[in-house]
């Protein structure tokens, strides 16, 4: 059974940072892609960033230039390193995985953790 599991949210004040972690287990291989995604009230599902087994790494528009994110050690983990912070980067953010899709496209994703909130605030 796949599980998937972030944890790192909170609040920070704008220009801060935040790290996130996400641990998928339950997968046979330790190169599945991990993905991040996030959700503001009132708004669709957004593409952040995902990664590779071997730690390649693709961008949403949002996140380039400020967010990073980065395998674990540890099998099929990875890490959202996010500086800069916006008020506008408040929002429910979600892991997501899955054998088939990777794309910016959350809606084939089968695999989801419970969400962490970040809040960026003075």
């Known amino acids: 059974q796949v599980q998937v599991v972030e944890s790192g949210g909170g609040l920070v004040q704008p220009g801060g940072s935040l790290r996130l972690s996400c641990a998928v287990s339950g997968f046979s291989t330790g190169n599945v892609v991990i993905t991040w995604f996030r959700q503001a009230p009132g708004k669709q599902r957004e593409f952040v960033a995902r990664?590779?087994?071997?730690?390649?790494?693709v961008y949403g528009d949002s996140a380039k230039g400020r967010f990073t994110i980065s395998r674990g050690y540890a099998k099929n983990t990875a890490y959202l390193q996010m500086n800069l912070l916006r008020p506008d980067d408040t929002a429910v953010y979600y892991c997501?995985?899955?054998?088939?899709?990777?794309?910016?496209?959350?809606?084939?994703?089968?695999?989801w953790g419970q969400g962490v909130q970040v809040t960026v605030s003075s």
């Open positions: 997501a995985s899955d054998r088939f899709h990777n794309g910016v496209d959350p809606r084939p994703y089968t695999y």
């Open positions: 990664v590779n087994g071997g730690g390649g790494a």
